[in-house]
C-alpha cells in the first residue's frame, strides 16, 4: 500500500492513492488541479522515505471535488446573576481533494 503523510495548512493529513481528504480552504475552482508538496513521509510496501522535514522530490497531485461545511459548532456564554446569554455558531469552510497520485524522485 502506498500512502504519504502530508501537511496543509498547519495540519497533518493521511493521503492514500485514489481516496479523498478534507483540507481548509483553498482558493481553487472546482475541477483544478493542486500539487502538494509538503510531504513529510512516503511510504510505498517496504520503501519508507522520512524527510527532514519534508521529503526532497515528493509531490501528491490532486484536484478539488469541492467546496463543503462542516458541521456546526455552538458556544453559549452564561453568567445567570447578570443575565447575560450569548449564543453563537459556526461552520468552518472545507476543500475537498481527491488522491490523484504521490509521486517520489
Known amino acids: 500500500m502506498k500512502y504519504a503523510i502530508l501537511e496543509s495548512g498547519g495540519k497533518q493529513y493521511k493521503a492514500v492513492e485514489g481516496a479523498t481528504i478534507d483540507v481548509d480552504l483553498l482558493d481553487v475552482e472546482v475541477g483544478q488541479p493542486v500539487n502538494l508538496e509538503d510531504v513529510l513521509l512516503v511510504v510505498e510496501d517496504e520503501n519508507v522515505h522520512v ?17 463543503i461545511k462542516g458541521p456546526k459548532v455552538f458556544t453559549f456564554k452564561y453568567s445567570p446573576k447578570k443575565r447575560i446569554r450569548v449564543k453563537t455558531g459556526h461552520r468552518q469552510q472545507y476543500t475537498r481533494l481527491k488522491i490523484e497520485s504521490i509521486r517520489v524522485e
Not at 526532497?56 to 484536484?63: D, L
Open 51 to 67: 524527510g527532514t522535514p519534508s521529503v526532497k522530490g515528493a509531490m501528491v497531485s490532486t484536484s478539488v471535488v469541492d467546496h
